[in-house]
């Protein structure tokens, strides 16, 4: 799983986040970094970047720990978001870093899920910084996670 395979399954099966700049910058065991950089095609009318893509780049940073993980398992598992909140302290303009470093947390759940083959729930956190280096949003995104069991 590397960041242009990522970012290659942006183009293809979520074009609205390929169009407003969002990309995968840095993946490994325990942290990825997402970036995307305000132009026009997602600004807001207040002058900075949409909530909307914040909230796209914020849920890749997480989303692609979770599919490397499931990847890494060798197991069918589903995984889906069963809820998110967020948090916005300054305007997003310029481009905007969002790190998640709950890796390790996430090792557990997924090995729990396998081990009791019943659905898992982890909240995975993505903060937002500019350029300086100040926070300008934090995600939290609920991820249930299931080993899919073969039906006859």
Request: hydrophobic share 40%; with cysteine.
């Amino acid at each position: 799983m590397t960041p242009n395979k990522i970012n290659f399954f942006l183009l293809a099966k979520l074009p609205s986040a390929f169009l407003c700049g969002v990309r995968l910058k840095n993946i490994n065991a325990s942290q990825s970094t997402t970036s995307v950089k305000f132009k026009w095609i997602n600004q807001n009318p207040f002058g900075s970047m949409f909530w909307a893509v914040q909230g796209m780049a914020a849920e890749l940073a997480t989303g692609a720990l979770v599919m490397q993980k499931i990847q890494e398992s060798g197991k069918n598992i589903s995984m889906l978001v069963a809820s998110n909140n967020a948090e916005f302290t300054k305007k997003a303009k310029g481009r905007i870093n969002f790190v998640c470093n709950d890796g390790e947390k996430l090792n557990s759940t997924i090995q729990q899920a396998i081990e009791t083959g019943e659905g898992q729930v982890i909240v995975m956190n993505a903060i937002g910084k500019n350029s300086e280096g100040v926070v300008v949003s934090s995600f939290n995104f609920e991820w249930t996670l299931k080993v899919k069991t073969k039906k006859n």
